[in-house]
């Protein structure tokens, strides 16, 4: 008689990625919780990728450019944060243009071929896909999210979630989480512990096979 909860997760590799959407919060939050994030993963030596909003690469460009001098991976994660479905063909165009000037001046690197929409909304709009392929990036989306925005929840209710996520998912697991809520920082050296404890290794979006990276998401 065996209990399949008790039995060891398959064998093989069980890669992580942690993605963190950095962006102007639309919610009261607390002042420098980027920063500290940035010096835990550096401290835990954890390799993340960072979607980088361009307004708010333009407003803290020193935390900006640590993201790449830490080693992260960056992407774009459009310039206004807008729901990019609700911008005309002229808008999305220039939003997807103005942003990666600004991750390009800010950071200190090119975004692409990185792109996340705002919320994820519009990534199945085939006019918001058109307009982010035309301009020479693919979409990341999720298979895990965080839920690290409600102020109901606790740094552990926000670890707990991404472990167990990132275990039940499997091999590339990519997870969704932000630079601004203080509960993802509360959280992140349980959330690193128990998933090296489980085996994972923490890697950024291209050291997974790039077929099993979610496009929306969900996946
Ligand atoms: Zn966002």
Partial sequence: MTDSALEPRPAGPLRVALTFDAEHPDRPSAQGVAERLLEELDR??????????????EAYPHTARRIAEGGHLVGSHSHYHAR???????????????AEEHVRRFVGVDPKPWFRCPFGAGADDPRVQAAVTEAGYRHVGWHVVGEDWPPDRTGQDVAETVVDGSIAHGDGAVVLLHTWPDRTLAGLITMVQRLRDAGAELVRLDALDPETIPTLAGG
């Fill in 44 to 57: 835990l030596a954890v390799p993340a990728t960072f979607f980088v909003q361009g307004r708010w690469a």
């Fill in 84 to 98: 990019m479905h609700l911008l005309s063909d002229a808008g999305l165009r220039e939003d997807i243009r103005v």
